[in-house]
């Protein structure tokens, strides 16, 4: 079983939706857990950056984190055609020492069409 | 000009044959890591450095070596290519905090 787990998609959705996309995670040790946007052929690119449980927002991005439930969740409002990308949530234990390895998801790859 | 460097970007070689992928970073960070992204499968690391005397072992190193030449520059070697090593890499940087990593624009692999 892989530690951080994520549905691949494809997800299509009409421009101006509600987006919600999902990971589960096992390793109760992950404190830190961030939201990567991959546009084609590029690298990834951080989007999103939350410590522990809670909510963050930014602009039409809410990241959300639930501990109890090993649950993160990227929320994107208004989606429009240029959020078309795959998007990997990623997880790590710590921020020195080895504990700063990323453990990615698979990433789901989101489509918005006009 | 962009932070994080990849060269080349595209490579196709033969089996048996040995491979090296560059990285280099401008972002001034200590620590540096090299990742292989397959589909289904994610982002896997391979390497990581947290400074030029400091080289790791990831979760997926057989096959690879790495050489940190200095603090902007970490380098992948394939010594014998093979064609499971068929992929998209990505370099990365963050700094002493570590909690953000900035990717490179990856290299295209494809061993024939």
């Known amino acids: 079983q892989k530690e951080v787990e994520q549905d691949p998609g494809p997800l299509s959705v009409p421009e101006g939706a509600i987006v919600s996309l999902n990971c589960t995670y096992s390793n109760s040790a992950f404190q830190y857990f961030m939201w990567y946007r991959q546009y084609s052929r590029k690298g990834p690119e951080l989007l999103m950056y939350t410590y522990s449980s809670g909510n963050k927002e930014d602009g039409r991005f809410t990241a959300q984190v639930d501990k109890s439930s090993k649950y993160i969740s990227l929320f994107i409002r208004d989606s429009q055609p240029s959020d078309s990308a795959t998007y990997l949530c990623a997880s790590q234990k710590g921020v020195t020492g080895g504990g700063n390895k990323l453990t990615f998801g698979t990433g789901t790859q989101l489509k918005v069409e006009l | 000009d962009a932070d994080v460097t990849q060269t080349p970007r595209n490579r196709i070689t033969k089996t048996g044959k040995r491979i090296m992928l560059e990285c280099s970073q401008t972002?001034?960070?200590?620590?540096m890591y090299w990742y292989r992204q397959d589909p289904g499968l994610g982002l896997r690391l391979i390497y990581y450095s947290f400074d030029v005397k400091d080289i790791n072992k990831g979760e997926i190193s057989d096959g690879y070596s790495v050489s940190r030449q200095a603090q902007a520059k970490f380098s992948l070697s394939l010594e014998s290519a093979i064609p499971n090593q068929t992929a998209l890499y990505f370099c990365?940087?963050?700094?002493?905090?570590?909690?953000?990593?900035?990717f490179g624009p990856g290299t295209r692999l494809l061993v024939l």
């Open positions: 990365a940087t963050s700094g002493v905090a570590g909690e953000t990593q900035y």
């Open positions: 972002k001034g960070h200590d620590r």
